[in-house]
């Protein structure tokens, strides 16, 4: 049974920079899971922001691609979200997920993964 457990986020001025951390406890797979960052502004769906495959590589949404950076240590089963020239829009709550990868990859939807964060506040001002 996986836990995740989330740190980071606050509030930053439109171009500032932010980094969300989530730490995992041990995987029951092994090291088989997709790692993923969702976002969820208020009043609205949760989406997809980046996932990481088992081997490292990274998928973005078009709407952060050039400005996040996702990334994990595996050495201490950290996984990162790097949030580099924030905007408004950026704003809501951040959710890590955690799921064993399967056949349709791992930038998948919200209802594909089973273990969430708690979520972390990100806040952008004008």
């Known amino acids: 049974h996986v836990q995740l457990v989330q740190s980071g986020g606050g509030s930053v001025q439109q171009g500032g920079s932010l980094r969300l951390s989530c730490v995992a406890s041990?995987?029951?797979?092994?090291?088989?899971?997709?790692m993923a960052w969702f976002h969820q502004a208020p009043g609205k769906e949760r989406e997809r922001v980046a996932a990481i495959d088992v081997d490292g590589s990274g998928t973005y949404a078009p709407f952060v691609r050039g400005r996040f950076t996702i990334s994990k240590d595996n050495t201490n089963n950290t996984l990162y979200l790097h949030m580099n020239n924030l905007l408004p829009d950026d704003t809501g709550l951040y959710y890590c997920?955690?799921?064993?990868?399967?056949?349709?990859?791992?930038?998948?939807?919200?209802?594909?993964?089973?273990?969430w964060g708690q979520g972390t506040q990100v806040t952008v001002s004008s």
């Open positions: 041990e995987y029951k797979y092994g090291n088989n899971y997709c």
């Open positions: 997920a955690a799921d064993v990868r399967s056949v349709i990859g791992c930038f998948r939807p919200h209802w594909e993964f089973g273990y």
